[in-house]
Structures are given as structure tokens and as C-alpha cells.
């Protein structure tokens, strides 16, 4: 027998979450009411904690934070270059 997963929106998981952190019900009280086990609430009210930062973020800081990925990865780039030219001029020496 095979569990079929159910798959819920993001304007559902918000409701949820948003309905646990009112604290106004009990986790169990909400799990019951819509029907989802209680640990998925607890992850959805995490998730919906560890989001809320980026929300209030400027638009200077994601463009910054978007900057520092686009470096990182072309430092990484630079250093496969870098190796990878080190290799052929061994290589062409002998």
C-alpha cells in the first residue's frame, strides 16, 4: 500500500502558521481543525519565523546579498581556472 503526500499552498501553510502563532488555539485544537499533523504546523511556523527576516529587508541588502553570491561564485571560477592552468603549463614543460 502506497501513502499518497499531500501537497498544500503557501496561502494555506500561511494560515495555519499564522493561526499558531496567534496562540488563540492549541496546536492540536488547530492540527484537528484543518486536518494536518501537529509537527508539520510546529515546521510551518518555523519556516514562517526563519522567512520573516527577508521580508523586512531593504531593497539595498537582497541586491548586496545577491552581489556576494554572483562573487562567490566567480571566485570559484577563478580558482578551477587558476588550477587548471597550472596543470598545463606542468604538462607542457615536459
Known amino acids: 500500500m ?3 503526500r499531500k501537497n498544500y499552498s503557501s496561502k494555506f501553510k500561511k494560515q495555519v ?3 499558531s502563532i496567534k496562540e488563540l488555539k492549541t496546536i492540536s485544537e488547530i492540527s484537528a481543525e484543518y486536518g494536518v499533523h501537529p509537527n508539520q504546523i510546529s515546521n510551518w511556523k518555523k519556516q514562517l519565523f ?4 527577508d521580508i523586512f529587508k531593504g531593497k539595498r541588502q537582497k541586491a548586496e546579498a545577491a552581489t556576494d553570491k554572483t562573487e562567490a561564485i566567480l571566485y570559484e571560477e577563478i580558482g578551477r581556472l587558476k588550477v587548471e592552468l597550472d596543470w598545463l603549463k606542468k604538462k607542457s614543460c615536459l
Open 2 to 4: 502506497t501513502r499518497l
Open 17 to 19: 502558521a499564522l493561526e
Open 50 to 53: 526563519a522567512g520573516a527576516e
